[in-house]
Protein backbone atom coordinates (compact mmCIF):
# COMPACT_ATOMS: atom_id res chain seq x y z
CA UNK A 1 0.00 0.00 0.00
CA UNK A 2 1.08 3.52 -1.08
CA UNK A 3 2.07 6.25 1.69
CA UNK A 4 -0.85 8.38 0.54
CA UNK A 5 -3.25 5.46 0.99
CA UNK A 6 -2.10 4.66 4.06
CA UNK A 7 -2.88 8.65 4.87
CA UNK A 8 -5.92 8.54 3.22
CA UNK A 9 -7.18 6.28 5.56
CA UNK A 10 -6.92 8.05 8.56
CA UNK A 11 -9.99 9.99 9.65
CA UNK A 12 -10.38 12.76 8.23
CA UNK A 13 -10.17 14.54 11.62
CA UNK A 14 -7.37 13.49 12.10
CA UNK A 15 -5.94 14.57 8.71
CA UNK A 16 -7.49 17.86 9.22
CA UNK A 17 -5.33 17.91 12.55
CA UNK A 18 -2.34 17.14 10.55
CA UNK A 19 -2.41 19.88 8.27
CA UNK A 20 -2.59 22.43 10.52
CA UNK A 21 -0.08 21.18 12.32
CA UNK A 22 2.20 20.51 9.03
CA UNK A 23 0.94 23.99 8.48
CA UNK A 24 2.72 25.36 12.04
CA UNK A 25 -0.75 26.09 13.45
CA UNK A 26 -1.48 24.84 17.24
CA UNK A 27 -5.38 26.35 17.64
CA UNK A 28 -7.48 24.57 16.07
CA UNK A 29 -11.34 26.19 15.65
CA UNK A 30 -14.67 24.63 17.19
CA UNK A 31 -16.02 21.40 16.36
CA UNK A 32 -18.86 23.20 15.28
CA UNK A 33 -16.56 25.21 12.64
CA UNK A 34 -14.40 22.06 11.72
CA UNK A 35 -17.94 20.34 11.34
CA UNK A 36 -18.55 23.07 8.34
CA UNK A 37 -15.58 22.59 6.96
CA UNK A 38 -15.24 18.91 6.39
CA UNK A 39 -18.90 18.24 6.11
CA UNK A 40 -19.22 16.16 9.44
CA UNK A 41 -21.77 15.65 12.09
CA UNK A 42 -20.62 17.21 15.38
CA UNK A 43 -21.59 14.10 17.20
CA UNK A 44 -19.43 12.12 15.11
CA UNK A 45 -16.19 14.80 15.10
CA UNK A 46 -16.46 14.36 19.07
CA UNK A 47 -15.86 10.98 18.83
CA UNK A 48 -13.04 11.37 16.39
CA UNK A 49 -11.36 14.29 19.29
CA UNK A 50 -11.79 11.40 21.45
CA UNK A 51 -9.53 9.00 19.79
CA UNK A 52 -6.89 12.30 18.75
CA UNK A 53 -6.89 12.81 22.36
CA UNK A 54 -5.59 9.28 23.06
CA UNK A 55 -3.25 9.21 20.42
CA UNK A 56 -1.78 12.60 21.99
CA UNK A 57 -2.40 14.62 19.17
CA UNK A 58 -4.69 17.19 20.72
CA UNK A 59 -5.00 18.32 24.02
CA UNK A 60 -8.46 20.51 24.95
CA UNK A 61 -8.85 22.82 27.87
CA UNK A 62 -11.33 25.31 29.02
CA UNK A 63 -11.46 28.65 27.76
CA UNK A 64 -8.69 27.46 25.51
CA UNK A 65 -10.36 25.04 23.08
CA UNK A 66 -8.48 22.54 20.82
CA UNK A 67 -4.80 22.85 20.70
CA UNK A 68 -2.27 20.38 18.91
CA UNK A 69 0.44 18.93 20.86
CA UNK A 70 4.43 17.84 19.80
CA UNK A 71 4.06 14.57 18.26
CA UNK A 72 4.91 11.83 20.74
CA UNK A 73 5.05 8.19 19.91
CA UNK A 74 4.14 7.50 23.68
CA UNK A 75 0.60 8.08 24.20
CA UNK A 76 -0.31 5.10 20.69
CA UNK A 77 2.47 2.76 22.00
CA UNK A 78 1.08 3.13 25.98
CA UNK A 79 -2.41 2.32 25.20
CA UNK A 80 -1.80 -0.08 22.83
CA UNK A 81 0.78 -1.95 25.67
CA UNK A 82 -1.73 -1.76 28.04
CA UNK A 83 -4.64 -3.82 26.03
CA UNK A 84 -1.77 -6.29 25.00
CA UNK A 85 -1.24 -7.00 28.93
CA UNK A 86 -4.62 -7.46 30.15
CA UNK A 87 -5.51 -10.17 27.19
CA UNK A 88 -2.04 -11.71 27.92
CA UNK A 89 0.61 -10.58 30.31
CA UNK A 90 3.08 -12.25 29.29
CA UNK A 91 3.10 -10.47 25.97
CA UNK A 92 4.72 -7.56 28.30
CA UNK A 93 8.10 -10.53 28.31
CA UNK A 94 8.28 -9.45 24.52
CA UNK A 95 7.87 -5.85 24.69
CA UNK A 96 10.57 -5.84 27.52
CA UNK A 97 12.76 -7.60 25.23
CA UNK A 98 12.36 -4.86 22.42
CA UNK A 99 13.10 -1.99 25.13
CA UNK A 100 15.69 -4.02 26.79
CA UNK A 101 17.67 -4.50 22.71
CA UNK A 102 16.86 -0.61 22.04
CA UNK A 103 18.46 0.97 25.12
CA UNK A 104 21.92 -2.05 24.13
CA UNK A 105 21.59 -0.26 20.53
CA UNK A 106 21.36 3.76 21.27
CA UNK A 107 23.45 3.07 24.24
CA UNK A 108 26.82 4.79 22.36
CA UNK A 109 24.58 7.67 20.52
CA UNK A 110 22.90 8.48 23.84
CA UNK A 111 25.79 8.43 26.32
CA UNK A 112 27.71 10.60 24.10
CA UNK A 113 24.94 13.39 23.86
CA UNK A 114 24.70 13.71 27.42
CA UNK A 115 25.45 17.08 29.07
CA UNK A 116 27.28 17.92 32.30
CA UNK A 117 24.12 18.62 33.95
CA UNK A 118 22.53 15.35 32.68
CA UNK A 119 25.56 14.18 33.96
CA UNK A 120 25.02 15.59 38.07
CA UNK A 121 21.40 14.68 37.55
CA UNK A 122 22.59 10.81 37.09
CA UNK A 123 24.63 10.95 40.04
CA UNK A 124 22.04 12.84 41.80
CA UNK A 125 20.00 9.83 41.20
CA UNK A 126 22.64 7.51 42.33
CA UNK A 127 23.33 9.06 45.68
CA UNK A 128 19.77 8.71 46.65
CA UNK A 129 18.99 5.42 45.35
CA UNK A 130 22.21 4.05 47.32
CA UNK A 131 20.77 6.00 50.27
CA UNK A 132 16.92 4.46 50.09
CA UNK A 133 18.99 1.01 49.89
CA UNK A 134 20.57 1.62 53.07
CA UNK A 135 17.64 3.01 54.43
CA UNK A 136 16.54 0.47 57.85
CA UNK A 137 13.78 -0.24 56.30
CA UNK A 138 15.22 -0.75 53.09
CA UNK A 139 13.15 1.57 50.46
CA UNK A 140 12.84 0.64 46.97
CA UNK A 141 13.95 3.31 44.62
CA UNK A 142 11.39 2.81 41.97
CA UNK A 143 10.81 6.32 40.61
CA UNK A 144 14.53 6.63 40.84
CA UNK A 145 14.76 3.73 38.26
CA UNK A 146 12.77 5.15 35.66
CA UNK A 147 14.45 8.52 36.23
CA UNK A 148 18.21 6.70 35.75
CA UNK A 149 17.28 5.06 32.58
CA UNK A 150 14.87 7.54 31.01
CA UNK A 151 17.55 10.62 31.90
CA UNK A 152 20.37 8.19 30.08
CA UNK A 153 18.31 8.14 26.66
CA UNK A 154 16.64 11.79 26.78
CA UNK A 155 18.91 13.25 24.51
CA UNK A 156 18.00 10.70 21.71
CA UNK A 157 16.09 12.86 18.82
CA UNK A 158 14.11 9.94 17.84
CA UNK A 159 10.35 10.34 19.05
CA UNK A 160 9.83 6.58 18.21
CA UNK A 161 12.75 5.55 20.34
CA UNK A 162 11.43 7.95 23.49
CA UNK A 163 7.90 6.59 22.82
CA UNK A 164 9.07 2.54 23.19
CA UNK A 165 11.26 3.43 26.37
CA UNK A 166 8.90 5.85 28.12
CA UNK A 167 5.88 3.37 27.65
CA UNK A 168 7.84 0.37 29.15
CA UNK A 169 7.80 2.59 32.10
CA UNK A 170 4.09 4.21 32.35
CA UNK A 171 2.52 0.58 32.16
CA UNK A 172 5.31 -0.73 34.46
CA UNK A 173 4.26 1.89 37.34
CA UNK A 174 0.62 2.06 36.16
CA UNK A 175 -1.13 -1.60 36.66
CA UNK A 176 2.11 -2.01 39.69
CA UNK A 177 4.49 -4.52 38.03
CA UNK A 178 6.85 -3.64 40.48
CA UNK A 179 7.61 -6.48 42.33
CA UNK A 180 10.34 -6.82 45.64
CA UNK A 181 13.25 -8.99 45.56
CA UNK A 182 15.96 -9.25 48.42
CA UNK A 183 18.23 -6.83 49.58
CA UNK A 184 21.37 -9.15 47.83
CA UNK A 185 19.49 -8.71 44.27
CA UNK A 186 18.93 -5.04 44.55
CA UNK A 187 22.05 -4.15 45.77
CA UNK A 188 23.40 -5.77 42.54
CA UNK A 189 21.20 -3.91 39.96
CA UNK A 190 22.34 -0.52 41.52
CA UNK A 191 25.73 -1.76 41.64
CA UNK A 192 25.28 -2.18 38.11
CA UNK A 193 23.50 1.27 37.47
CA UNK A 194 26.38 2.82 39.65
CA UNK A 195 29.03 1.19 37.34
CA UNK A 196 26.78 3.18 34.08
CA UNK A 197 27.18 6.33 35.60
CA UNK A 198 30.64 6.49 36.58
CA UNK A 199 31.55 4.97 33.58
CA UNK A 200 29.29 7.77 31.76
CA UNK A 201 30.87 10.51 33.66
CA UNK A 202 34.37 9.18 32.84
CA UNK A 203 33.73 9.43 29.02
CA UNK A 204 34.48 5.18 29.25
CA UNK A 205 31.49 4.32 27.22
CA UNK A 206 32.88 0.69 26.97
CA UNK A 207 32.76 0.10 30.27
CA UNK A 208 29.25 1.42 31.02
CA UNK A 209 28.14 -0.64 27.96
CA UNK A 210 29.12 -3.50 29.51
CA UNK A 211 27.75 -2.87 32.70
CA UNK A 212 24.20 -2.32 31.36
CA UNK A 213 24.59 -6.03 29.29
CA UNK A 214 25.62 -7.57 32.45
CA UNK A 215 22.59 -5.70 34.15
CA UNK A 216 20.62 -7.21 31.50
CA UNK A 217 21.81 -10.66 31.94
CA UNK A 218 21.10 -10.28 35.30
CA UNK A 219 17.49 -9.75 34.29
CA UNK A 220 17.44 -12.51 32.32
CA UNK A 221 18.59 -15.25 35.24
CA UNK A 222 15.67 -13.70 37.72
CA UNK A 223 13.47 -14.28 34.49
CA UNK A 224 14.32 -17.54 33.96
CA UNK A 225 14.27 -18.75 37.85
CA UNK A 226 11.12 -17.15 38.92
CA UNK A 227 9.30 -16.92 35.68
CA UNK A 228 8.81 -13.48 36.76
CA UNK A 229 8.28 -9.94 34.25
CA UNK A 230 12.01 -8.89 33.48
CA UNK A 231 11.24 -4.96 35.12
CA UNK A 232 14.32 -4.12 35.94
Known sequence: ???QKII?????FIQYISKNASAGSEALPSLNEISKALGISVSSLREELEVAKALGLVEVKPRVGIKTLPYSFTPAVTNSL?????????LFKS???IRNHIE????YQAVSSLTASDIEALQAIIRTSLQKLGADPIQIPHG???QLHLTIYRRLD???VQGILEAYWDIYEAVGLSVYEDQKYLDRVWSYHQQMVESIAQGDYLSGYQALIAHMDLLFQREQKNA????E
Open 1 to 3: MSP
Open 8 to 12: DQLSP
Open 82 to 90: AYAISVDKE
Open 95 to 97: FSD
Open 104 to 107: ASYW
Open 144 to 146: EHR
Open 158 to 160: NPF
Open 228 to 231: KFPF
